[in-house]
């Protein structure tokens, strides 16, 4: 799970988004969400998210990705592989 804030002056969003697509092209478990117009503060968005709203989007990288709406549902609902 990421998030971006596309007006991140501290870590440029596009490293994130290229990193993703990196992910994307090998079917990994992730989904990142951008949200438009925010900064370095996009982790305050992370543990409130509860489904796209105006102004961002999540995207997942495949259907291997569990597409629950809320961030920490998802994030509990994890379990490593043995």
């Given at each position: 799970m990421a998030f971006h804030g596309t007006d991140d002056g501290t870590i440029e969003y596009r490293i994130n988004a290229n990193l993703f697509k990196e992910l994307k092209n090998i079917e990994a478990n992730v989904k990142f969400t951008t949200?438009?117009?925010?900064?370095?503060?996009?982790?305050?968005?992370?543990?409130?998210?509860?489904?796209d709203k105006?102004?961002?989007k999540t995207q997942y990288a495949s259907t291997k990705c569990d597409q629950t709406d809320n961030?920490?549902?998802?994030?509990?609902?994890?379990?490593?592989?043995?």
């Open positions: 949200i438009d117009n925010i900064g370095h503060a996009a982790a305050s968005y992370a543990f409130t998210q509860t489904g105006p102004g961002t961030s920490i549902d998802w994030l509990f609902k994890q379990k490593l592989k043995p």
